[in-house]
């Protein structure tokens, strides 16, 4: 990937020439073909129940770390990335959009227009893996639609953080 090809989705995200973008987490999807890195800590991370994330991702829940789209940077495989528009039912990058790899299928992130909700189980943290408190999920969102419960001390919304009821 050439930082051209990079630059026609958009002034968004971090570039490679960006001398001033440091690292600080790197996330790859499964064959390694997409990888990028972020160069801070989350705004937020949360567990989504909602029906479509539990449809996407085969699970009773979405763990997601929520990012601006500024503090993500690709270092390989954006021409290799899937976009699928699941409100319009359109496979193509219309945000906000479902964004896999086109090799190994694995579910990257949620592109939002301004938000890139990563999924932190593709970052690298180590073997074993610490996880980082700043990825450490803060609430449940959707709660109202879970399959099972979740018996812990965070905040549950019946939609979205500090927009709808907490349960």
Known sequence: MNIATQNLFGPD????????FIPKYRAT???GCVQY???TDPVDAKLCHCRGCQT???????????????????TAGWDQL???NS?????QRSLPSKVSCINCGT???DEGRRMWLAFPSLFDFGHPPHVPEAFKPTCH?????????????LPKWSGHKNQSERL
């Open 13 to 20: 995200y971090a570039t490679l020439d960006n001398p001033d």
């Open 87 to 91: 409100e319009q039912n359109l496979n």
């Open 141 to 153: 969102l959707f709660y109202g639609m879970r399959v099972m419960d979740m018996d812990d001390d």
């Open 56 to 74: 996407l991702h085969g699970a009773p829940m979405q763990w997601a770390a929520i990012f601006h789209k500024h503090n993500v940077r690709f």
């Open 29 to 31: 999807c499964f064959c």
């Open 82 to 84: 899937r976009f699928y």
């Open 107 to 109: 579910l990257i992130a």
């Open 37 to 39: 890195e972020v160069n």
